[in-house]
């Protein structure tokens, strides 16, 4: 069984260029959330996505950033012209939810992003 | 605004050691408490809580919920080198999104 995979690993762009996150969530979960982890610091939660729905973004910064669940394939989260605060690891995890019952999100390895 | 504040930041103790890790919440809408451990990679499950008072086991680690003073406390007993990481707290709240705390760093030495 697969857990949440996540790629690139490691993503280094220069300032201006766009980056592009995918994450492919457990086998049968159709809840993704997207978290970025500033050094030093702990997850902030950014965007929550059911397939084809964006059900909560309020932590997504309003500009440059964006985030799709298709139908099929991964989900994305895309930011555009990176700027150096953007260098965070990015974190995507997964959840089965069924709404009344309790269920953790599971994890992937993270992306991290530098900024050059 | 939801807030999840752990304590102490960080922890030095000698293997065979027993810690105690705190986690306060103010958030609405509470509907769990989870507890992950990170390791330089992605943070794994613990334990989630959901029920004050009833204590959740898993080998040397065990955890506890108080909803009416709204904290949480992870205990690890007889610490290995191995339990050396950084352990999240995290609430669920209103549309399932998880709010962290910033972490306990715990660095255990042989």
């Known amino acids: 069984n697969a857990g949440v995979m996540q790629n690139p690993r490691h993503l280094v762009r220069r300032r201006g260029q766009e980056a592009r996150l995918r994450c492919s969530p457990v086998k049968g979960h159709s809840h993704v959330y997207w978290y970025r982890q500033l050094p030093e610091e702990g997850l902030k939660f950014m965007v929550y996505l059911q397939k084809e729905n964006i059900i909560d973004e309020s932590g997504m910064p309003k500009e440059r950033f964006s985030a799709e669940f298709p139908k099929e394939g991964p989900s994305i989260l895309r930011i555009q012209q990176v700027v150096r605060g953007d260098s965070a690891a990015y974190f995507c995890?997964?959840?089965?939810?069924?709404?009344?019952?309790?269920?953790?999100?599971?994890f992937g390895p993270g992306t991290r992003l530098t900024v050059l | 605004e939801d807030k999840v504040v752990q304590s102490p930041l960080s922890l030095v103790v000698h293997e065979g050691d027993t810690v105690t890790l705190n986690c306060s919440y103010e958030?609405?809408?509470?509907?769990?408490l989870l507890w992950y451990k990170q390791e330089k990679k992605a943070p794994t499950f613990l334990f989630m809580l959901?029920?004050?008072?009833i204590e959740k086991k898993s080998g040397r680690l065990s955890s506890i919920l108080d909803k009416k003073e709204l904290f949480s406390i992870l205990n690890i007993t007889a610490t290995q080198t191995g339990d050396s990481a950084v352990y999240l707290c995290a609430v669920e709240a209103g549309t399932d999104k998880l709010i962290f705390g910033t972490g306990t760093r715990l660095q255990v030495f042989p």
């Open positions: 995890a997964s959840s089965p939810l069924q709404r009344g019952n309790y269920n953790e999100q599971f």
């Open positions: 959901t029920s004050s008072g």
């Open positions: 958030v609405t809408n509470f509907r769990s």
